[in-house]
């Protein structure tokens, strides 16, 4: 489960942060997670409770914000929803197209004091 991983760099980034804006603790973890990331949203959250932290983040609470996956069909430029790399364009049913939401992977916000 490579959420483990992804839990460890994000509170090391978040640590960091707050330690810069002098905070005392962190309420809130805001992420940016696209369906096409390939993070699992549960053992995101699984991890996230289960990962030993520091005291600034141990109240910290996770939210998730889940980006749907969009596609832009090469061929036609339509823009579509996908849930996978192998969705044909609904227009043209052509498979070449770029992903121009569903990956993100990132902290979008804290909230501190
Ligand atoms: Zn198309």
């Known amino acids: 489960m ?3 991983s992804i839990t460890m760099n994000v509170l090391n980034i ?5 330690m810069e804006l002098n905070a005392e603790i962190v309420h809130e973890i805001e992420m940016d ?13 699984f991890a996230m409770q289960h990962t030993k932290k520091s005291e600034l983040l141990e109240h910290a609470n ?12 090469k061929a ?4 579509f929803d996908i849930k996978d790399y192998y969705t044909a364009c609904p227009d043209c049913n052509h498979f070449d197209h770029d992903i121009i939401q569903g ?3 990132r902290v979008k916000a804290i909230k501190i004091d």
């Open 33 to 45: 997670v696209g369906e096409l990331s390939g993070v699992d949203y549960d053992a995101l959250n």
């Open 2 to 4: 490579h959420e483990f």
């Open 103 to 105: 990956k993100e992977l």
């Open 14 to 18: 978040v640590e960091e942060n707050a």
């Open 76 to 79: 036609c430029k339509h823009e």
């Open 62 to 73: 996770l939210v998730i914000n889940r980006i749907p996956a969009k596609a832009r069909c």
